[in-house]
Structures are given as C-alpha cells and as structure tokens.
C-alpha cells in the first residue's frame, strides 16, 4: 500500500498584495499526486487580469518610498528573509511532504536535500542583504565619483516543477536580498509547496506585494509577466524552447533576463578512475530526482578499455534500484511527475530501439499495487553514438545513454558536441588529465570525482543554449541590481 497522505491540501489561491483571492472569473486547474493519479486539489489559475494586479502590488511595493518596503533598513531584509528560513525549518515535515506529493520525487530527497537546501539559501541570502554595495572611483581630484548597486524592481521568478521550492528559493533569496519585489510563477503540476511557503513569509511579515504569488499555465500566467511593461526582470528556470520563447517576449520591453534552461550532461569515465565511486556517481548522476534534472549526467563517456567491466556493474547496481512509493523513506527512485512527463519519457525510449541503441537495463512502466502512478524503471541504454536522439536531446527522465570512447580527447569532443553546457563530470586519479579536460569542457560546472554536488555560495549556470546568468553566490547578486554612477563635481 502507498503510504497515507498526512499533509492537508487546501484548494490553492493567488497572493496577490498580501491577500489570498480566486483567479479573476474564478478559474481552477487540478493538481495531480502522480505517485496515485489522483487529483490533490484544485488551485486558482491566473489569468491575464490577475498577472495586472500582482504586477500593480509588486509596483507598489517597489515604487512608494513611503512604503514598508523602502522603509526597511537592508539589516531588516536581512532579518526577514531569516525568519522566513527559521518558518521553513520550523514546518521543514510538512512541506517537504507537500513537495513530495506533488512532484513524485522520493520523501527522502525532499525531506533531506531540498528543503534543507531551501532553508541554507535562503540564510545566506539573509547575509548578504548588509554586504550590496557600490564603490568609490578616486579617479579624479575635482570630481567624487562613485557607483550605487540598486535594486532593480519587478521581478519575475519563473520556475519549473522539478525542484519546485529549491529553484525558487535561488531566485527569490537573492532578488529580495537586494530589494527588489518579486511575482513568483511556480509550475502548474507543482503549486503547492509556493503557497504554503507564502503563507509562512505572510507569517515572517513580508509586507504586501513584496512577494506576489501567481500559479497557472505558462502561456497565460507566465508569458503573460514576460511581456508586461510593470516587470523589470524576467529570472527564468525551464527548457531552452521555452526560455526562447521568454527572451524574444521580453525583447519588447528590454527587460533584464536570466535563463537557466536544459542539459545534456556528460559523465566521463577514464580508465584510470576509481570504478567503485565512478559507478556510484554514473548512478545517482542520471537516477537522482528520477533524472528530472538540468544537469543530469545522461550521456555517461566511458573509455573503451573498461567499458565492459564498468557497464556491468553498473546495471547490476540498476537493476537493484526499484522505483517506489515517493512517502516511503527507503524510497531511492519516486514517480515521473505526471503522465505527460512519461509519455515524453516512454517516446525516448521507443526512439532508442528504433535507433539500433541496446536496451540493457530497464525500459518499462512500472504499477505499484496496480494503481495508477507514473513509475518507471531506471533505464540504460549502451552503444549509444553521439548522433542519436537520446544522446542529444534533454530526455528529462531516469533514462542512460552510454557512449564508448578511445581517448581523452575523443571523450572532450563528444562531450561538446552538443547544444547544451550546463554541466559535466570527470573520473579519473590522474590529476593532471582531470584540469586538462576541465578546461576542455563548455560546461557551466565541472566535477571531477563526483556528481550533483551544489554549494549556495559556488555560481550555477549554463554555457551555450543551457541559458546564461548565474545563480547562487555572489554572482547572483549581480543579476538581481542595477549599477549607477554618480559624479559630483567639486
Ligand atoms: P517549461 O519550460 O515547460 O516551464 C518552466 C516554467 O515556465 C513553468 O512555470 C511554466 O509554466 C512556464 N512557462 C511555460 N511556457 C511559458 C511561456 N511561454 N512564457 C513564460 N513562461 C512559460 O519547463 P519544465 O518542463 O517545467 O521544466 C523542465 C525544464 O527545466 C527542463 O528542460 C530542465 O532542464 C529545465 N531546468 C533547468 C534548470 C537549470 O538550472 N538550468 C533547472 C531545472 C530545470
């Protein structure tokens, strides 16, 4: 049996100045728990209309120098986006369960990476609301010059459904740090975990407007704040189709852009590595977070001389890992986060076989206790060539595609060709060969003897069509201010 379902779900609303309201017209979309197929509860979905009135709140918020906002001392932003962090610890159960329930992705991840990471975030940008600053330039001896970092207004913080909190929190964190307001446009299939963290910065005091919650599909709710003229930045998590579509749409208005979009990661296996941790890290590369993940290591590079060997023991080590209940806390692999997502995943792998790639672990649906969740096995396929559709296409899902190779720099070409460099890895015990090839790599992050390693003060972000931008750290900082110079003649 699937664990029973201790969160309650309340129908979702809008924040809109502070205030939980319907959708103008008072639309609703289902969100589904896809571990069971069944319908968690309905959620207000913004309309046009609605996207005007959160853009006039966080206008507000923003623009009256009056307000309770503008008032604030930047040690109170400080002090306020701790105590958010300390309200998501305090309820760190709750809401991971709720991110769980409607994700899919296992219990364990949510309750032990991502929400701690939430609260992490969260802190670090709490710090660094006292450290935005500006600089004097003593370049001239009848001048003061010098520069102002300000906020840069409106921000839209448009976010997938794979780590729904987590990216959010990369985007919000550092936006309101430096004192912007911020429309937050979670995910339709994952809305519920923004609106119970909305509630607990209502109960941390964000004054209204500061943080505008609009959940809803893209084409309305999200295209709709790209292309207002009241928004001053678009910050954008999502795929590279759509994070083109946002930078043409917000082209019009010249509005500031961040876009962290897809991946193709790959993971390379040198000869020389330690296979015990290589094949670990090829493992929790791909099936960490079912493999609904940007940076995902999908094409695993191996080195033809150990290819048997490694391949071998890393489907052994697949065929041990079983998709189960998301609430079970031994649970390592939870469900594909909707039916839609599967079918997508399913089509990738009928595109495998058809391509002549050798299906040698997994490949089918799974039904837990017959119901209707969207499981999958962890799937490999090997004798992948780089050419092939699931060697080039962002598969997002638990899903391998292993690519022999003869030397180190056959392994960096096939690694590159690709559209895609938001990340890559490198196993080796030849310190020399892994900064060879770190240089080599057109990826935003590189690891060398590990996989999906983050760190909130180290930038995270694409090369190539995986976007452009940082998130985390001090980078961040950068893409959330304005820089004004200022001359005052003596
Ligand atoms: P998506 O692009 O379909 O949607 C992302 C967000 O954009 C959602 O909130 C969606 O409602 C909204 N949206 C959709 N159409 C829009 C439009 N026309 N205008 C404005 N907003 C619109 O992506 P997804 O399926 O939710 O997430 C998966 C994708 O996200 C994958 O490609 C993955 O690689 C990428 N991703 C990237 C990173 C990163 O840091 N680089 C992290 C996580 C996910």
């Avoid at 290589?278 to 995902?296: D, L, N």
């Avoid at 909707?338 to 089918?364: D, F, P, R, W």
Wanted: aromatic share 8%; charged share 20%; glycine share 10%.
């Amino acid at each position: 049996m699937l664990a029973a379902t201790r969160a309650k779900i309340a129908p979702g609303k809008l924040l809109i100045h502070g205030e939980w309201v319907e959708a103008s017209g008072g639309r609703t979309f289902d969100t589904i728990n896809p571990a069971t197929g069944e319908v968690l509860t309905q959620v207000a979905s913004a309309t046009a209309d609605d996207v005007d009135r959160a853009v006039r709140s966080a206008r507000r918020a923003f623009d009256d120098p009056n307000g309770a906002w503008q008032k604030m001392t930047a040690a109170d932003r400080g002090k306020l986006l701790w105590r958010v962090a300390d309200l998501i610890e305090r309820n760190i159960d709750e809401v991971a369960e709720i991110e769980t329930l409607d994700n899919g992705k296992p219990i364990f991840e949510s309750r032990y990476v991502d929400l701690p990471t939430v609260v992490e975030v969260f802190r670090y940008y709490a710090g660094w609301a006292t450290k935005i600053c500006g600089d004097t330039i003593n370049s001239r001896p009848n001048a003061f010059t010098y520069t102002l970092r300000e906020p840069l207004g409106v921000v839209a913080a448009i976010v997938p459904w794979n780590f729904p909190l987590l990216l959010a929190s990369w985007k919000l964190g550092p936006a309101l740090a430096a004192g912007n307001t911020v429309i937050w446009k979670p995910a339709s299939q994952t809305s519920l975990s923004a609106l119970r963290v909305g509630e607990l910065m209502i109960e941390a005091g964000m004054p209204p407007g500061v943080v505008n919650i609009l959940p809803g599909p893209g084409a309305e709710a999200g295209m709709g704040l790209v292309k207002h003229p009241g928004v001053d930045k678009v910050a954008f998590t999502g795929s590279t189709a759509v994070g083109k579509e946002v930078m043409r749409n917000a082209a019009d208005t010249v509005k500031r852009v961040t876009l962290e979009l897809g991946g193709k990661s790959p993971n390379i296996v040198l000869a020389d590595a330690n296979l015990d941790e290589a094949v670990k890290g090829a493992s929790t590369g791909i099936f960490y977070g079912k493999g609904e993940v940007c940076a995902a290591g999908s094409r695993l590079l191996v080195e033809r001389k150990i290819h048997d060997e490694f391949l071998g023991r890393l489907v052994e080590r697949t065929r041990k890992l079983k998709p189960g209940d998301p609430l079970d806390p031994k649970t390592r692999l939870g469900a594909i986060v909707s039916e839609q997502q599967l079918n997508t995943v399913m089509a990738y792998i009928e595109a495998g076989k058809a391509e002549g790639a050798q299906l040698v672990a997994g490949g089918n649906r799974v039904s837990l206790d017959g119901g209707k969740g969207c499981f999958l096995e962890p799937t490999i396929f090997d004798g992948v060539s780089n050419h092939m559709k699931i060697a080039q296409e962002e598969i997002f899902g638990p899903v391998l595609a292993a690519i022999p190779f003869e030397d180190v720099e056959q392994a960096a070409d096939i690694a590159n060709q690709n559209i895609y460099g938001l990340a890559a890895a490198v196993w080796t015990s030849d310190v020399k060969k892994a900064h060879a090839i770190v240089k080599r790599l057109k990826a935003g992050t590189v690891w060398v003897n590990a996989y999906n390693l983050y760190d909130v003060a180290l930038p995270f972000g694409g090369y190539k069509q995986s976007g452009f931008g940082r998130e985390l750290g001090a980078q961040a900082l950068e893409h959330y201010t304005e820089l004004k110079s200022v001359w005052m003649q003596l």
